[in-house]
């Protein structure tokens, strides 16, 4: 099944998933799937084998209600669906069966080439970015590959502006004070947040971070706004006067909710897709 459900901390962030490309170019210095691809460059970005075809037949005999998250094991907006666009096409099928989506990219305004289509979904979609630097040296440096902590921030405030839902993924946690300063950047633009911390590589980068002071921070910081969060897992252990609601400390209730469908959407964006 190209659609499936993830386990562990990928379970925090979508009860489905769908991985639109093997491989992904950011090459960011902080990133699991080399770990899990050895062997492979995890830089070499392909398409996957009949991929549209099969996820057509998969959503028509059964499109799951749940949300579905683009992607784990790749970025959907990478430099290389530029040229091979895998990810409008995917989103056109996802939006011909009416699946609920959220895509998660470090793509920034490449994502903006299918505004048009992020439009015709409706409540069915919301587009995130993964932020983590404020400096755009420092990201250039451990994100050589992926859109400016600027370019970022822009394309989602010109999606916010377009009427579509906007989250952030505030994960990993290099420099705290960054991690802070992007949440109160993004405040007027950004629906959602989910904050963490370094699951990875934390001796690294983030050795000696008093993380209890950056959860409390952070939560100050999103309820005085009155803005949607979710605190992960591994940065609720730091929560030493238990301050965290049961909402803020459930992942699902950030989750796109979608009701029961019968037959396909007819007025869905046409593409030729195979």
């Known amino acids: 099944m190209l659609i499936y459900e993830p386990s562990g901390k990928a379970r925090e962030y979508s009860p489905l998933a769908l ?35 099969t996820l057509d037949k998969e959503l ?70 993964t932020l983590t630097f404020q400096n755009e040296r420092q990201s250039l440096e451990v994100e050589p590959g992926a859109a400016s902590p600027s370019d970022r921030l822009s394309a989602l405030e010109m999606v916010h502006k377009a009427g579509i839902k906007t989250f952030v993924s505030i994960e990993p946690v290099v420099d705290p004070a960054q991690s802070l300063g992007l949440i109160r950047n993004s405040l007027g633009f950004v629906d959602q947040y989910k904050v963490g911390k370094m699951n990875h590589f934390e001796k690294r980068f983030s050795s000696g971070v008093d993380w209890t002071v950056f959860l409390y921070s952070a939560v100050d910081m999103l309820r005085s706004h009155g803005k949607k969060f979710y605190i992960k897992e591994d940065l609720r252990a730091f929560d030493r006067d238990h301050i965290l609601t049961k909402e803020e400390s459930d992942y699902s209730t950030l989750f796109l909710k979608s009701e029961k469908r019968d037959t396909p959407s007819s007025d869905s964006v046409a593409l030729s897709l195979f």
């Open 19 to 53: 991985n639109i490309y093997s491989g992904c170019d950011h090459r960011c210095t902080y990133c699991y799937v080399p770990m899990i691809r050895r062997g492979v460059d995890p830089a070499t970005v392909t398409r996957r084998k009949n991929f549209l075809e």
């Open 60 to 129: 028509t005999k059964n499109t799951p209600l749940d949300q579905v998250l683009l992607s784990f094991m790749c970025d959907p907006y990478c430099h290389a669906d530029v040229e091979l666009q895998e990810t409008r096409k995917s989103l056109t099928v996802l939006a011909k069966h009416r699946a609920t989506v959220a895509v998660l990219t470090k793509g920034g305004s490449r994502c903006l080439r299918d505004l048009d289509l992020f439009r015709s979904m409706g409540k069915c979609i919301k587009i995130g970015a």
